[in-house]
């Protein structure tokens, strides 16, 4: 067994924190940096100097040689390019290691060579990082050896946001304006900005890596395409929070011990629901640094897994059948001087304050389900959403039984008189305490649920960042706070008017509320009669970033601009189709080189062996039907593969990019689904010893 870590020491370890700068930095210098990222503004040259002078020396007395603006371009992934610290050496020959200000605030990288959504031709390469003062640099310690890396934000040489974190940090400072005027109406005249802080959870799955590098779906598309049911899935249900393997125990053991160098609150660990599946969830942390470090987490997860031997899978759905993956946004909104605002207190329906917020998100999810529906969309989340293990692609929210009857009662008679109450939960064991009860159950099935002072959005995906949810999030709820504020800022009677407006508000949005089980096709038809959105699928939902509703919900609060929403829409296009090209090319080799070859050899073993059973005068009666039955499904996926190769060239004429993306939905998916199925089935009959490619009773259970 390995030594214990300490973890208050270990804890930060790599990262410049604020207590890292009081130590190296003059009080005045302090004062500006710590002045800033409270209040905002720019650093001056002069401070900006002295801090990349401290920042330097920190990370070169720690090892490190480069240093990075470290950032979050629209692959969904991060980016990095390493500059070494040194200098011309001077006249004696001695290096010198420098590292300016200028360096620090500002980087210049190719801008042309990142996803723009025409926002950037190709000749067109100027870029710009620019220093996120608000989350703090860190060191990152790889085989490359040890890089200071600076978050920042990436935009074009004419200002337009080419990444997943400016967006995010405008979205911050709209949701901290608005949500400061709905506390200020309640006489709180000390909170000086409102934050947003998130908790996201992740759920991820391991493979053996020597397994993963015999499975080109698995390393090309990041999930199968192929794979039969194993003869145990998940039906046992005894993996959920089972016994850890010790194997994958060290891994999260380093993996831990990783993170919290990098300052990551990694707290949670246990398995999931499917074999190999396991989750990690951290401590809630404002939105961008928790932005940050889920990169960081899903970064981390991949590169310690190799050192296990195992590879980390992020994809939503990389088996068929089982439990995917997904990542839950927990969201909340928090004074600076402590007072969350989706704290309901013991009786939330005194508490107005929080029943006008309540008001205002049931608002914004319902104006805005389509917006929040497409922010958790990407490729892999098609395959998850509505899946019987993830919520529908319907928007809906969960509020429990205590706060759906609060509602209730405001709709039907405008006043909440009284609320449910959690009660004693007996255990029946008179050596065991007897249990405060929630007033309220959970419900697993809804994708925004309240969970006792929080939302936790359950729609977002396990490979996608966190930052375009809470982005849209942010805006969405920044504008029903904007349009509350309004009116009762200018309200004769306040009282009245704000009762007035929470049942107006709940009334008019009741229909967004649902707790039942969202998983039934009872409220697919029920939520098609409310007249709530039902997006399937990424390319579905990508128009809505473009409708008239969503650029001026945008464009109000300086979030996005119309041309900025136009080149995500395309770039959503442009992703889809090359993800759904890159799986149907994997396809079209691992069935035209691996398993037809190898099913044709089967037939040819089965058809010997009649041969020579008959002519010994035996009955070869069992293997001319095995034979028959195999050669028709080896028939069925020969002809299906045809029918992909087909499909797949014609979607590479068509040149529009949005027409391609949907051609490749309707007809090459088709395709591959069909493909699947006869090879599929030919993996139960076919001799094991001829089978090219490891199982899923192999991939799920030998980690």
């Known amino acids: ?54 920042m330097k020396d920190w990370a070169v007395e720690n090892g490190a040689t480069h240093y990075s603006h470290w950032f979050q371009p629209l692959t969904g992934i991060t980016a990095e390019k390493h500059d070494s610290f040194i200098t011309n050496p001077d006249e004696m020959g001695k290096m010198i290691m420098e590292f300016s200000g200028k360096e620090l605030i500002k980087g210049e990288p190719d801008a042309s060579s990142f996803p723009s959504g025409g926002l950037r031709a190709t000749f067109e390469a100027r870029g710009y990082t620019a220093w996120d003062i608000t989350s703090p640099a860190f060191l990152k310690e790889t085989s490359t050896g040890v890089i200071l890396c600076i978050p920042t934000a990436f935009c074009s040489y004419t200002g337009e946001a080419l990444d997943k974190k400016t967006p995010l940090l405008r979205s911050m400072e709209a949701i901290s304006k608005q949500a400061l005027r709905i506390v200020r109406l309640f006489g709180n005249t000390e909170a000086t900005k409102v934050v947003a802080s998130v908790g996201a959870e992740q759920e991820y799955f391991l493979v053996d890596e020597k397994l993963y590098k015999q499975r080109a779906d698995l390393m090309f598309a990041g999930r199968t395409l192929f794979g039969a049911p194993a003869p145990k899935g998940q039906e046992m249900e005894d993996h959920y929070f089972g016994v ?82 997904g990542k839950h946004d927990n969201w909340s909104i928090t004074t600076d001087n402590g007072v969350n605002m989706l704290d309901p207190g013991a009786t939330p329906n005194e508490n107005i304050q929080f029943l006008l917020v309540l008001a205002c998100i049931m608002r914004a999810v319902d104006r805005h389900a389509d917006l929040l529906r497409q922010s958790a969309s990407d490729v892999g989340n098609d395959h998850r959403l509505g899946a019987n293990e993830a919520p529908p692609a319907i928007m809906s929210i969960f509020l429990g039984e205590q706060l759906e009857d609060v509602v209730r009662q405001l709709v039907e008679t405008g006043s909440a008189d009284s609320c449910l109450e959690g009660g004693k939960l007996e255990t029946g064991v008179s050596t065991l305490p007897d249990l405060e009860k929630d007033a309220t159950d959970r419900n697993r099935t809804s994708p925004f649920a309240f969970t006792g002072n929080k939302f936790e959005f359950r729609m977002v995906g396990s490979s996608d960042s966190i930052a375009g949810p809470n982005t849209t999030l942010n805006a969405i709820v920044a504008e029903a706070f904007c349009e509350a504020a309004d009116r009762l800022e200018t309200a004769e009677d306040f009282d009245m008017a704000v009762h007035d407006l ?69 770039i959503i296009y442009e992703t889809y189709a090359k993800t759904i090209n890159i799986e149907a090319l994997t396809m079209i080799e691992m069935s035209g080189k691996q398993i037809i070859p190898a099913c044709v050899r089967y037939v040819k073993m089965l058809a010997d062996t009649a041969v020579a059973v008959g002519n010994a005068g035996a009955d070869s009666s069992v293997q001319l039907t095995l034979l028959k039955e195999a050669n028709e499904k080896l028939a069925k996926a020969q002809s299906a593969l045809e029918q992909l190769v087909a499909a797949e060239k014609k979607a590479g004429e068509i040149e529009n990019v949005k027409e391609k993306a949907f051609f490749y939905k309707d007809h090459v998916i088709v395709a591959m689904e069909a493909l699947r199925v006869p090879c599929d089935e030919l993996e139960m009959i076919v001799d094991k010893e001829m089978w090219p490619i490891p199982t899923y009773g192999e991939l799920m259970f030998e980690v």
Request: one cysteine or more; a negative charge.
């Open 502 to 570: 929470i049942k107006e508000y709940m009334t008019e949005h009741q229909r967004i509320i649902f707790n039942g089980n969202g998983y039934s096709e009872e409220w697919v038809k029920e939520a098609e009669k409310r007249g709530l959105p039902n997006l399937k699928t990424m390319i579905d939902a990508a128009s809505t970033l473009t409708s008239d509703k969503a650029v001026a919900l945008f464009e109000k609060f300086g979030i996005y601009t119309k041309p900025e929403l136009q080149s995500r829409e395309e």
């Open 1 to 54: 067994m390995s030594e214990a870590c300490n973890v208050e020491e270990l804890f930060g370890k790599n990262v410049f924190t604020l207590g890292k700068m009081k130590e190296r930095l003059p009080k005045d210098v302090f004062r500006e940096v710590t002045g800033v990222m409270e209040q905002g503004g720019e650093l001056s040259m002069t401070a900006a100097n002295v801090v990349a002078k401290a």
């Open 244 to 325: 850890i393997r010790e194997r994958v125990g060290a891994y999260m053991k380093d993996l831990n011990e990783e993170l919290w160098k990098l300052g990551v609150s990694a707290k949670t660990q246990h398995n999931e629901a499917a074999p190999a599946q396991h989750e990690l969830a951290p401590i809630y942390a404002t939105a961008n640094i928790a932005a940050d470090h889920n990169q960081l987490v899903m970064e981390t997860m991949k590169r310690v897994a190799v050192h296990h031997g195992m590879r980390c899978l992020l994809h939503e759905k990389p088996y068929a059948g089982v439990n995917g993956s």
